[in-house]
């Protein structure tokens, strides 16, 4: 279903697929939502979880907008 580690990961691949063809809107709202079942089901520290994170601020750059402040801090805050 759609609360599955798996779902999340099909979820991210598509996001993956719409970066790569500069649909970064759209891969954005996928890279949002597989980044919000991982938070739940791994946390924010796993390794998925950061993958998410990282993707989906790169689409937000792609889309000229770095200013999701949430997104930020969490990618800022598993760095250190």
């Known amino acids: 279903g759609p609360a599955h580690p798996e779902y999340a990961t099909s979820v991210n691949n598509l996001g993956v697929a719409f970066f790569k063809m500069k649909r970064f809107d759209e891969a954005a709202t996928r890279f ?29 750059v792609g889309l000229k907008d770095p200013s999701n402040a949430e997104i930020n801090k969490h990618v800022s805050d598993q760095r250190i």
Do not use: Y
């Open 32 to 60: 949002e939502e597989a980044w919000s079942i991982r938070r739940k089901v791994f946390g924010d520290k796993h390794p998925q979880t950061i993958a998410c994170m990282n993707w989906l601020q790169t689409a937000s």
